[in-house]
């Protein structure tokens, strides 16, 4: 596998796509930054960065965008219950949507790809979950750098429900659902001008935040139900330092980590969104852990999708890149195989795997292999790995686990 460097790809949405239909592949940097500086985004691989102003000046930005950035600051600021959905669009804004959530004491709601971007224990940060609910007595609802395409096409809209939405690429404003107020520009800066429109609000009210507090502890609650995921999702979050990564899978645990995983800085939590890439998980995280050079990074992967990249262990031993990956082992398509049940009379067809034995696959090819049991197992045995700086395989033989889909697809609670 070749690793190729490109230098960041975020002039591209500033492009637009000409009225027409167009195929735009956007390389990510192998050089990832993932500290988070005052709008400020390094690029190594160049030896320059980038510097989005601050300035609200309108003769700076235009008087229209200017117009617009105050109408929105004063919808929000007059807000009983607002809240702020952040996704990828985000992720290089983590500053900025901390200052303006704290400024408006508004949740922070936050999917695959936006998690992390508020650290996660923080009071006003919520997950999917918490976001649902939510969802059902927002007036005002701030999306930054998301489609918002599940809770718009899923959990219902209604006309008590004003929409302000934040994307580079105009084209995305009236996909789904028309906003009532759309600002097209980067993240950073816009949150920035909103803020800046909102500095006689008094910040982190504390109403708001124990009522935000009170809704983390609900879902919190409601989520232990998937006892076995969690034990083992904790054990990771415990051995991984803040800026750790993880690269979810389509598994029960990944499935689980999309509300139980603590994500606590941007990028750290890499998911292919909902695309639902089945066994992206190994050489994903091969780019990442090349790219991050003493980072840690562990790939979450049940047995059937990582046999999809088996080959790439092979990758990992050539180049000499130290990634770890956990196989959650249940025999099968886990997730297809629990539809047929449920859904299907118990109509199993092809569902079930023929596995090899996955501690004798790693060692064949030069790797530490490992077999645990338990979520105090896989914790000792990821710091033994990661100790070791060497690329390491780690099955978790494991059987049926609740199922997490409860949490994930949601109902409708608006325009009924």
């Not at 596998?1 to 239909?21: I, N, S, T, Y």
């Not at 008590?160 to 690429?169: A, E, P, S």
């Not at 750290?268 to 066994?279: E, H």
Request: one cysteine or more; a positive charge; hydrophobic letters at 40%.
């Amino acid at each position: 596998m070749k690793v190729v460097a490109l230098r960041e790809f975020h002039r591209l949405p500033r492009q637009g796509h000409d009225g027409e239909p167009q195929r735009v592949v956007r390389v990510v940097v192998a050089r990832w930054q993932l500290r988070q500086e005052r709008g400020h985004r390094p690029d190594q691989a160049a030896g320059r960065g980038r510097t989005v102003p601050a300035d609200t000046r309108p003769e700076t930005i235009g008087a229209e965008a200017f117009a617009q950035h105050g109408r929105g600051a004063a919808v929000v600021a007059k807000a009983e219950h607002p809240a702020i959905f952040i996704g990828g669009g985000a992720n290089d804004a983590a500053a900025e949507v901390r200052a303006l959530a704290e400024r408006l004491t508004a949740p922070v709601v936050a999917y695959r790809r936006g998690k992390g971007v508020l650290d996660e224990r923080h009071p006003l940060s919520h997950v999917f979950v918490g976001g649902h609910r939510l969802w059902r007595n927002a007036d005002v609802v701030l999306a930054v750098g998301t489609r918002l395409q599940l809770p718009i096409s899923s959990w219902g809209v209604d006309d008590k429900l004003t929409i302000i939405k934040v994307d580079i690429d105009p084209a995305e404003m009236e996909r789904l659902r028309k906003p009532e107020i759309g600002l097209v520009g980067d993240a950073t800066a816009v949150l920035r001008r909103i803020t800046a429109h909102l500095d006689k609000l008094s910040p982190m009210r504390a109403d708001r935040v124990e009522a935000s507090r009170r809704l983390k502890d609900e879902v919190a609650a409601d989520l232990a139900v998937l006892a076995p995921q969690l034990g083992y999702l904790k054990a990771i979050r415990d051995v991984l330092p803040d800026n750790g990564v993880v690269i979810d899978e389509l598994t029960q645990v990944g499935y689980a980590a999309r509300n139980a995983y603590q994500a606590r800085a941007a990028r750290t939590y890499i998911s292919s969104g909902y695309q639902g890439t089945l066994g992206w998980g190994v050489a994903t995280a091969l780019g990442a852990k090349h790219a991050l050079g003493d980072v840690p990074v562990i790939a979450i992967s049940g047995d059937g999708g990582f046999m999809f990249n088996v080959q790439e262990l092979a990758t990992a031993v050539r180049h000499r890149i130290p990634l770890v990956v956990v196989i959650f082992n249940d025999g099968a398509y886990g997730n297809v195989r629990n539809m047929q049940r449920d859904l299907h009379g118990n109509r199993l067809i092809g569902s079930d795997l023929a596995n090899p034995d996955f501690v004798r696959l790693a060692e064949s090819f030069g790797i530490g292999g490992y077999r645990v049991s338990g979520p105090e197992a896989l914790r000792q045995t990821l710091e033994k790995a990661l100790g070791r700086n060497e690329p390491a395989l780690i099955e978790v033989p494991c059987g049926d686990m609740p199922s997490p889909w409860q949490f994930i697809e949601l109902p409708k609670v608006r325009g009924i």
